[in-house]
């Protein structure tokens, strides 16, 4: 089962537009990670924000986090081709035995 | 630094032949798990380790077996493949558990089983 989901699970966008996107989760987490996937590769992390912060802020990232309503959101300020993606969230929950539990993620499609 | 490797990048299987994935990584990691992603279901955990000999199950580890002889080292196994295990294979590790830390992944092994 799947601890977080993202919402949409496609985006597409202009170049210099925004992009935001959303993630839900069910029980009750320590913390939460972003994760950027390029197509045909390996995941990287991108930011990491805590059960007890509600925004944090990373070049063009800005992650914010509601716990009262267990939901994240991942905003990219004027987009670039380069950020072409899957975009995931990973939740850390007791629950899991604090092991990371994936989304299905967001698929961002940057039109140049 | 390599970071996270895989061996090998791509493995067409037929039904009920094993074999064995390699991941190595050189950033004196504890932990290391090997996940699997399907389409639309986004990276489920199979099994990970918590240190040099030990490991433990995830989320779908059945047909699946793991070994982590040397720290460095995580090797995924399938005894028997089947169809419902053609999926790309991501492995990845971490210098602790929980959302502390983050993970570092490797670039994946796609598995056809036919």
């Known amino acids: 089962s799947q601890q977080g989901e993202e919402d949409p699970q496609a985006l597409s966008i202009q170049e210099g537009e925004n992009a935001t996107m959303n993630c839900s989760y069910k029980t009750s987490i320590n913390n939460l990670q972003w994760y950027r996937q390029n197509s045909g590769r390996g995941l990287v992390h991108l930011i990491l924000i805590r059960s007890n912060e509600r925004e944090k802020h990373s070049g063009r990232l800005r992650v914010t986090l509601d716990t009262s309503k267990k939901s994240s959101s991942l905003l990219i300020t004027a987009s670039r081709a380069a950020d072409t993606a899957s975009y995931f969230c990973a939740t850390d929950a007791r629950a899991a035995g604090n092991k990371l539990t994936f989304g299905g993620g967001t698929r961002v499609l940057v039109k140049p | 630094n390599a970071g996270v490797t895989q061996t090998p990048k791509f493995r067409v299987l037929k039904t009920g032949q094993s074999m064995t994935l390699l991941c190595a990584q050189d950033m004196n990691h504890e932990y290391m798990y090997w996940y699997r992603q399907d389409p639309g279901m986004g990276l489920r955990l199979i099994h990970y380790?918590?240190?040099?000999?030990?490991?433990a199950k995830g989320e779908v580890p059945d047909g699946y077996n793991v070994s982590r002889l040397k720290k460095q080292n995580f090797l995924l196994g399938l005894e028997s493949a089947a169809p419902s295990q053609t999926s790309v294979y991501f492995c990845?590790?971490?210098?602790?558990?929980?959302?502390?830390?983050?993970?570092?992944f490797g670039p994946g092994t796609r598995l056809t089983v036919t």
């Open positions: 990845a590790s971490s210098a602790g558990t929980g959302i502390i830390y983050e993970q570092y």
């Open positions: 380790s918590v240190g040099e000999g030990t490991t």
